[in-house]
């Protein structure tokens, strides 16, 4: 009930401001006060990774422990092999999922293909947005947080601040426009 309710608030809510995602549209949609519109459909887009840090592995206080399952629409991902770089307009989005509860000291679960770390629940939603002159402030990359707890997710978000997502990736992937490739061997690996 409480996820039908929310639904019909972010459906009203973009009626109101005058957006209609379409479903599939690979595309950012914007709310006429800069807003992002959640991306429809990404998960049938590429995933290019799920990298994890975990807490058991971080003396239980991991910056980022949730698994970060990374999509990017299939015509941004080819580009990028082919250029590089990310084309304008391109969007990526990062949904996280808590490590499920293991029984060793590490947070690590036994299972039936060995010992290791596993998702659990979905977690939160956060998405990058490529717009050279929306984002020049942020080496042309926007930043958004649709929420960090369980679906349905929020239905539009602001743009975080710089010192929220931005200045890390400036900081360390840069010369990589602005994503940490090396965790994702996809973007480096020719696929039809």
């Known amino acids: 009930m409480a996820y039908v309710a929310r639904f019909a608030i972010g459906v009203l809510l973009m009626a109101a401001i005058g957006v209609s995602p379409q479903s599939g549209d690979t595309r950012p949609v914007f709310t006429k006060d800069g807003s992002l519109v959640l991306p429809s459909g990404f998960r049938s887009w590429v995933f290019i990774g799920g990298p994890i840090t975990p807490n058991g592995l971080n003396d239980g206080h991991a910056p980022f422990p949730e698994f970060h399952s990374v999509y990017i629409a299939k015509e941004n991902f080819r580009y990028y092999q082919e ?7 391109t ?8 490590v499920q509860g293991g029984g060793h000291s590490d947070g690590s679960t036994d ?19 490529k717009d050279s002159k929306r984002f020049a402030g942020t080496n042309d990359w926007g930043f958004f947080t649709f929420g960090h707890h369980a679906p349905p997710y929020e239905a539009v978000a602001k743009e975080s601040t710089s010192q929220e997502c931005a200045s890390c990736h400036v900081a360390f992937v840069a010369k990589t426009d602005m994503v940490w490739v090396q965790y994702y061997p996809l973007l480096k690996t020719k696929i039809d």
């Open 83 to 89: 250029n590089g770089k990310f084309p304008e307009g």
């Open 91 to 98: 969007v990526m989005v990062k949904e996280l999922a808590l």
């Open 111 to 129: 299972s039936a293909s060995g010992r290791g770390y596993f998702p659990g629940s979905l977690s939160g939603l956060d998405v990058m947005v």
